[in-house]
């Protein structure tokens, strides 16, 4: 059996297998995963794309999600504005959120990766430039990146997971996935 599916989720998908209680039809994980006993490791919100790992190794999925363990996940982040040095700063100290404040987070400035297209594209705005943020975190609260961002006054055009621990997205297009014994 499988052991674990690297997995390129698309914007717009759903993080799970079913989709109830909605009257419209959303794309979930069944759309493109067609494996019996796997299960997410995690969660990765419907407007975030990149790296989603499935599993049907209990110790592994725990490993993988629980924050006790700590593995680091690392996003390339879209933001608006021009991020300052101060507000990366804030970033790599820890931002307070509502829930408290977050572990600090490992975070630079990147040159424009090299990604696909997204569908539908962000909203640009031609008065307020934009930049992109590398940026790596041990915890996973609700929405953590994109409120940390915010919290300094960026908000998160476009936010991509690229890796979970070791593992990465590299070779996978949206909707892709291999698996990995």
């Known amino acids: 059996m499988t052991k674990l599916i690297l997995f390129n989720k698309p914007f717009g998908v ?24 796997v299960y997410p490791a995690g969660r990765l919100d419907r407007d975030s794309e990149g790296l989603m790992m499935l599993t049907g190794d209990g110790k592994l999925q725990a490993r993988i ?10 996003y390339l982040v879209q933001v608006e504005g021009e ?7 804030m970033l790599q100290q820890g931002v307070e959120l509502k829930d408290g404040l977050t572990r600090p987070a490992e975070v630079e400035h990147i040159e424009e990766p ?17 930049c992109w943020l590398k940026l790596a975190i041990s915890e996973g609260r609700n929405r953590q990146v994109r409120r940390m961002t915010a919290a300094v006054g960026h908000p998160t055009l ?19 996935w291999r698996a990995d014994e």
């Open 114 to 130: 090299d990604l696909w297209p997204r569908d539908p594209p962000i909203r640009v705005r031609k008065s307020i430039p934009d």
């Open 14 to 37: 759903l993080p799970q297998f079913t989709d109830r209680g909605s009257e419209t039809k959303r794309a979930t994980l069944s759309d493109y995963i067609d494996m019996p006993g």
């Open 158 to 176: 476009r936010l991509v997971r690229w890796s979970i621990g070791d593992w990465s997205l590299e070779g996978l297009q949206p909707g892709e």
């Open 83 to 89: 991020v300052s040095d101060e507000s990366l700063a």
């Open 65 to 74: 999600s629980d924050p006790k363990y700590k593995m680091p996940k690392a």
